[in-house]
């Protein structure tokens, strides 16, 4: 599942980083800077996608423990 979801995560940035890319290039006409604008959005959504698997796995990390605490103390 993993796996999966990382591969989704990768194909959206991907496309993300075209689209940008593209659509920069077209307004600018100018590739250096549609790069460094697109690695710059790129970089803020990475960022914030890691920030938000990191509070997710966090949650589910922790009510993973209290579960297998309560059940360690149910013994």
Known sequence: MAVEIST???VMVWDLRRRIH???AELVGNE???TA????????VIAA???????V???NVNSRLD????DLGNL
Do not use: D, K, N
């Not at 996608?49 to 509070?55: E, K, M, Q």
């Open 8 to 10: 989704s995560l990768q």
């Open 22 to 24: 593209t659509g920069l």
């Open 32 to 34: 250096a800077g549609a």
């Open 37 to 44: 604008a697109e690695y710059a959005v790129l970089i803020a």
């Open 49 to 55: 996608v890691i920030f938000a698997g990191a509070a």
């Open 57 to 59: 796995l966090g949650t």
């Open 67 to 70: 579960g297998f605490g309560t």
